[in-house]
């Protein structure tokens, strides 16, 4: 079972970029799908991004256009690039496949805090 460490979060000015890393504990050359997830203190972890292994990519309405989402398998990660920041990208985000079945059983690292603040 592949487990996901995220990191390159921080304070950052609204405007301003940041690039998100996960690291995933084995290869990621066959997994299908692999998503960014954000989730705000009292709020439902929400998707932020998706990239399938053919490198088709999804984004929610309130990111396209500034963040980006890659994958190199041979490096076992998966990236985030986040432009134009907001204060309302303010979030923990969080690596992790695509939720199966009626039950949401994944498991969940600490994910990497972005804060966008004057």
């Known amino acids: 079972q592949v487990q996901f460490v995220e990191s390159g979060g921080g304070l950052v000015q609204p405007g301003g970029s940041l690039r998100l890393s996960c690291a995933a504990s084995g290869s990621i050359s066959d997994i299908s799908v692999l998503g960014w997830y954000r989730q705000t203190p009292g709020n439902r972890r929400e998707f932020v991004a998706r990239i399938t292994r053919d490198t088709f990519m999804d984004y929610a309405g309130a990111v396209r256009g500034r963040f980006t989402i890659s994958r190199d398998n041979a490096k076992n990660t998966v990236y985030l690039q986040m432009n134009s920041l907001k204060p309302e990208d303010t979030a923990v985000y969080y690596c992790?496949?695509?939720?199966?079945?009626?039950?949401?059983?994944?498991?969940w690292g600490p994910g990497t805090q972005v804060t966008v603040s004057s």
């Open positions: 992790n496949v695509p939720a199966t079945g009626e039950r949401d059983l994944r498991s």
